[in-house]
């Protein structure tokens, strides 16, 4: 396992993640099973496990605690709060108000009286940064954090969070958590940069693009994976942007066979070969999806297999831009676009 500093936090991390939104109903993943994959990814050096005040209602954060306990000193925990959390209007955000209140639940379901990294889950548009970033640093002198960061911020508005937290004289995000894979390489032409620029830690989620690229969707194939049962929309191969990603999918198949790679190899190298890139979270449901992801830990892609992918996928493209969480509010709802 490789192990990146965090940012400018000091913290060493590794390469690779574990990320825990499957743990629990969304992943069917029981407190054994989640208990199994924590045990099985701390052994193998993985030291960072990340989390979400909304992954399954809270399950996976009562699962996360209870697996960690014991060890609580060798992990970098990290969770998020900022999604919707129940349909009560106040309950997600970046207010004061609620960041506060999420993250004393956080520390109950995950037994715990401090996390290592708190993450607003995205941008809220009705909050100030001075708002959200004054509550953060009045929690980071509690002691009840030790450094924050974002998750899925637009380049712009990562820049503004670093210039006011520089005006106000707050603690500033020191990490950003964007989706980033083969498939989707948008953040290559801001996001990563601004991060560079700002010296930020880079987690990124979903490098296996929800299953795409982890060798089980071929053309002809059935497809199966857990994430088709909710977001069938992103898997139906009749879609032109689907069928895009078919299509990649296949000419990276065969640049990974001539690599002697996995398909899995390939997308988590190409991740973490990114010189902006701290991380790459995998999601693991089970014991033997963390063992084909684990032997990605190591991999190295040459320049040749670098360059045969930015001939498949181009630099800083998007093959399905729709599925975007960083979009900025007026483009999805005229209202805010018109006077």
């Not at 987690?203 to 299953?211: E, K, T």
């Not at 000419?251 to 899995?264: D, K, P, S, Y």
């Amino acid at each position: 396992m490789q192990y990146r500093t965090l940012g400018r936090t000091g913290v060493q991390v590794s390469s690779l993640a574990l990320g825990a939104m499957n743990f629990g109903r969304i992943g069917r993943t029981t407190l054994d099973e989640a208990t199994a994959v924590v045990d099985a990814a701390l052994e193998a050096g993985i030291n960072l496990v990340d989390t979400a005040d909304v992954y399954s209602g809270g399950e996976s954060e009562e699962m996360v605690g209870r697996a960690v306990a014991g060890r609580r000193d060798d992990v970098v925990l990290a969770t998020k709060a900022g999604l919707p959390a129940s349909d009560e209007r106040n309950h997600r955000g970046g207010s004061r108000r609620w960041l506060i209140t999420a993250l004393e639940g956080s520390l109950r379901r995950l037994g715990v009286d401090h996390v290592d990294l708190y993450q607003v889950h995205r941008w809220d548009p009705s909050t100030g940064d001075e708002e959200t970033l004054s509550a953060l640093t009045d929690l980071q002198r509690a002691g009840k954090i030790r450094h924050f960061g974002s998750s899925t911020f637009p380049a712009h508005r990562v820049v503004q969070a670093q210039w006011a937290a520089r005006e106000h004289h707050l603690s500033r995000y020191v990490t950003e958590q964007p989706a980033y894979s083969v498939l989707q390489r948008g953040v290559e032409a801001d996001v990563l940069p601004v991060a560079e620029q700002y010296e930020l830690g880079v987690l990124v989620w979903s490098p296996l693009a929800s299953g795409w690229l982890s060798g089980a969707i071929r053309e002809g194939r059935e497809i199966t994976t857990s994430r088709s049962a909710f977001m069938p929309q992103r898997f139906d191969t009749s879609l032109p942007a689907n069928r895009a990603k078919l299509d990649a999918v296949e000419r990276l198949a065969q640049v990974a066979a001539e690599a002697g790679l996995t398909m899995i190899q390939l997308a988590l190298g190409f991740v973490t070969a990114h010189p902006a890139v701290t991380s790459a979270l995998i999601g693991p449901r089970t014991l033997d999806h963390l063992r084909s992801q684990l032997a990605a830990a190591d991999t190295v892609l040459s320049a040749d297999v670098l360059d045969a992918i930015d001939a498949i996928v181009a630099p800083g493209v998007d093959l399905a831009a729709h599925e975007k969480n960083d979009t900025p509010p007026a483009l999805l709802d005229p209202a805010l676009r018109r006077r």
